[in-house]
């Protein structure tokens, strides 16, 4: 969803959406770590966040307002315009409440898509992908070269989130630890008969990825 389209009609100019991220930040005091941190994600994952624009992950840009105290359309135009008729509520604030991890867990259900995060040569690669939840760890399938196949063992984030920029309301839950390659033929059986599994279309054997949390966080997005 292109808020920035849908707000203004226009193309929100990132550099002017980073410079005005960047103001309130020094004007409530927030260094690039505490916003990372209070917005759940990586300082480096912010950075490329600025540089990439709303488009890139919304729902993201969502929780950075709501940490800043500012509404969606005085981050893509820079004021507060008025609501039309029958939207009362497209320039409130909203709020963000952190989550248990229990509730993280029910959010993210059994299966669904979500996004990993892989480490880059310059900057974290995010992909979607289709998952499933088994004991407490998230599992999907790429291809075995596939841009979503991790090393075994590498940092990963894996993040779920509903969200609706316009109203400032829905969930997000983050997931951080280790991507585990699965090697064995009753672990890929196991994965695959779990509800949700769908076949799998690619041509070569697939490759299946555990991610092992280290940390669940989760944050939702009330209305101010």
Known sequence: MDGGTATTGVQPDRDDIARRIVRRCD??????????RRAAMSPAYLRQLLCAGPEFDPPAFVRITA????????????????APPGRTDTGRRGLLL???????????????????????????????????????????RTGPRGAAAPADGSPVSFEVDRIDEHRSLGWSVLVLGQAHLVDTTDEE???AELPGATPWAGGARPLWVRVRPAAVTGRRIDPG
Do not use: F, I, K
């Open 27 to 36: 004007q409530l005091g927030l260094s690039e770590g505490t916003l990372a």
């Open 189 to 191: 059986r196991h994965l």
């Open 98 to 140: 952190r989550l248990t991890e229990p509730q993280c867990w029910e959010l993210l259900g059994t299966h669904g898509v979500g996004r990993v995060g892989l480490p880059g040569s310059s900057a974290p690669v995010v992909l979607p992908v289709n998952y499933l939840v088994d004991a407490r760890t998230v599992a999907y």
């Open 67 to 82: 940490v800043l105290g500012m509404t969606w359309p005085e981050l893509l135009s820079g004021r507060r315009p008025d």
